[in-house]
């Protein structure tokens, strides 16, 4: 599955249910828009790259633009289902913090935009414009444990805002400069190196105080 952009949408999706039909013309959808791009798109590009039959198509969606909008939600839910399940169940506040990067790094990789963003830059840029701060809580919420021992190491609360917000946009500017495997071993990192970070500043806090108290003694 590619990534795509369409307009930001004046209304809400529309509810469908995503039976394997309907999986299979978002597939095709996104397909077609790699190739033709969207101004060019049609229903019959729709039907053809998703192999399914016209009446099918038109008993889900009334018209591309109809297509589109849910396509765009499909990628989005996809996500943010995506990137909750990863750290799901793991205790390990970090090794969370690990499973969530890891995901998320292999999540672009393999949903790398190809053609898309040749073909049609301002609607990719549109899509994420418009669900980044959805994009935003569904990490927040995924490393929510692991903030919340970032915060007990420090003794006080770290900008979670701040750093979801820069693990974001790092990760989407991958997108333009694909990511070399350098890098990603540096993002795969990411987690223990910010433990690191934390675990260093508590020690340094901890033998000011202890200086502390010898001089006051």
């Known amino acids: 599955m590619r990534l795509i952009a369409t307009e930001i949408e004046p209304e809400p999706a529309p509810e469908v249910e995503l039976s394997p039909s309907v999986i299979r013309i978002m597939s095709g959808a996104?397909?077609?828009?790699?190739?033709?791009?969207?101004?060019?798109l049609s229903m019959s590009d729709i039907i053809d790259a998703s192999g399914v039959s016209r009446g099918t198509v038109y008993r889900y969606f009334s018209n591309k633009d109809e297509v589109l909008v849910a396509v765009a939600e499909y990628v989005c839910v996809g996500f943010e289902t995506g990137i909750r399940e990863a750290?799901?169940?793991?205790?390990?506040?970090?090794?969370?913090?690990?499973?969530?990067?890891?995901?998320?790094?292999?999540?672009?990789?393999?949903?790398?935009?190809?053609?898309?963003?040749?073909?049609?830059?301002?609607?990719?840029?549109?899509?994420?414009?418009?669900?980044?701060t959805r994009y935003k809580q569904a990490v927040l919420d995924a490393l929510e444990p692991s903030f919340d021992y970032l915060d007990g190491l420090l003794d006080e609360a770290i900008n979670r805002d701040a750093i979801v917000e820069m693990l974001v946009r790092t990760q989407l500017s991958t997108l333009l400069v694909?990511?070399?495997?350098?890098?990603?071993?540096?993002?795969?990192?990411?987690?223990?190196?910010?433990?690191?970070?934390?675990?260093?500043?508590?020690?340094?806090?901890?033998?000011?105080?202890?200086?502390?108290?010898?001089?006051?003694?």
């Open 87 to 132: 750290g799901a169940g793991i205790e390990d506040p970090m090794e969370r913090f690990k499973a969530v990067m890891r995901f998320y790094g292999r999540y672009t990789n393999e949903n790398s935009p190809d053609r898309v963003f040749e073909v049609e830059p301002a609607f990719h840029l549109s899509f994420f414009r418009s669900r980044f």
């Open 178 to 217: 694909p990511a070399s495997p350098e890098w990603n071993r540096l993002w795969d990192d990411t987690a223990e190196n910010i433990e690191k970070w934390a675990l260093r500043i508590a020690a340094t806090y901890a033998q000011n105080s202890a200086r502390k108290g010898s001089n006051n003694g």
């Open 30 to 40: 996104l397909d077609a828009i790699a190739s033709r791009g969207v101004k060019r």
